[in-house]
């Protein structure tokens, strides 16, 4: 499970673009935080506080947010916005969350093992979806979902539904959804399906029957 994270807020008086640049220049990140009924209010808080944090798993943790020193709430990380040039966080949502609220969240899948498909037979894993969506009481939302992938061959996957989850959560993903595959390598794939080009081959068609041997003349019967 996730530890519980700290991180010290500050209000936003005013929003604005060029606020939030001036913000950003003294080493602070501008932020919303909203939910439980409650406006929305404009918060900041240090780079380098986020920066900790989300070193140490505040994408699914909750979160306790202190003011002048006083705890004021807990939340969940739920959109980071990044500069498409610079890759840096420009802006951050945090939604208000009771630590026993049931909750939605996006976990990130994690496998364990390497596939026999990939040992034995030269086959490549697949990871196809990168996260998965549970519900659960938001405290004990684990960091991570594992998925032992040793036994998978050629050819076999692991779906949503088949993942086993901790004690009071379920998945929200759709069951049949293919969450890690093992496939032939590439080359192997061509292989096959050259080979299977072959025996699907048809043999050539007679068409209409042979002609039947005419008798002779003079010939007897």
């Known amino acids: 499970m996730a530890q519980q994270l700290n991180l010290t807020i500050e209000r936003r008086e ?5 606020k939030a640049r001036a913000l950003r220049k003294d080493g602070k990140i501008p932020g919303i935080l909203y939910g439980h009924g409650s406006n929305p209010q404009a918060i900041a808080f240090a780079r380098r506080a986020l920066d900790d944090i989300l070193h140490h798993g505040a ?7 202190t003011m002048d020193g006083k705890r004021v709430d807990t939340a969940l990380l739920r959109e980071v916005q990044v500069d498409p040039v610079s890759r840096r966080i420009v802006h ?3 939604q208000r969350v009771s630590a026993d609220e049931t909750v939605q969240a996006k976990l990130p899948v994690v496998t364990v093992g390497t596939p026999e498909g990939v040992r034995s037979f030269g086959g490549v894993m697949d990871v196809v979806l990168h996260d998965l969506e549970v519900e659960g009481p938001a405290n004990k939302l684990p960091d991570r979902i594992e998925i032992d992938v040793n036994e998978l061959g050629i050819h076999q996957h692991v779906t949503a539904g088949e993942i086993k989850l901790p004690e009071g959560f379920k998945m929200i993903t759709p069951a049949d959804a293919t969450v890690v595959a093992v496939e032939p390598s ?3 794939k061509l292989l096959e399906e050259a ?5 699907e081959q048809a043999e050539p068609e007679i068409v209409g029957k042979p002609a039947e041997e005419t008798p002779a003349e003079g010939a007897s019967e």
């Open 92 to 94: 951050v949502d945090l």
């Open 14 to 18: 005013s929003a604005g673009t060029t």
């Open 59 to 65: 994408r699914t943790s909750l979160i306790t947010l």
């Open 186 to 188: 590439k080359t192997e």
């Open 195 to 199: 080979a299977v080009g072959v025996t």
